[in-house]
Nanobody, 123 residues
Framework: QVRLAESGGGLVQPGGSLRLTCAASGNIFSVYAMGWYRQAPGKQRELVAVITEGGATNYAEFVKGRFTIRDDNLKNTVYLQMNSLKTEDTAVYYC?????????????????WGQGTQVTVSS
């Protein structure tokens, strides 16, 4: 079983910054992709940013130039640096990790979600 521990959410004023952290633990053999999604009240969950095991990144248009995703493969941890925050960035942010558990003899894929962390941007 893979567990995700998120941290770093909170209340910040418009124009401020926050950094989210998500650490994956368990019998992880490899990680294919790590990403962040968000869900605002009354809206569907949407992709914010994702990074693959090869280091390729993909950002939603509404965060390009403001948010940066990076990972630490040795720690199975992903970070989301959020700068120039806007009120419309207010949402619950969820970490997602895709990979495999087990050993080279037998691998099992997983697609795990964190519990979510609240980000509120308000003056």
């Amino acid at each position: 079983q893979v567990r995700l521990a998120e941290s770093g959410g909170g209340l910040v004023q418009p124009g401020g910054s926050l950094r989210l952290t998500c650490a994956a633990s368990g019998n992880i053999f490899s990680v294919y992709a790590m990403g962040w999604y968000r869900q605002a009240p009354g809206k569907q969950r949407e992709l914010v940013a994702v990074i693959t095991e090869g280091g390729a990144t993909n950002y939603a248009e509404f965060v390009k130039g403001r948010f940066t995703i990076r990972d630490d493969n040795l720690k199975n941890t992903v970070y989301l640096q959020m700068n120039s925050l806007k009120t419309e960035d207010t949402a619950v942010y969820y970490c997602n990790v895709k990979g495999s558990t087990g050993s080279r003899i037998q691998l099992t894929g997983f697609d795990s979600w964190g519990q979510g962390t609240q980000v509120t941007v308000s003056s």
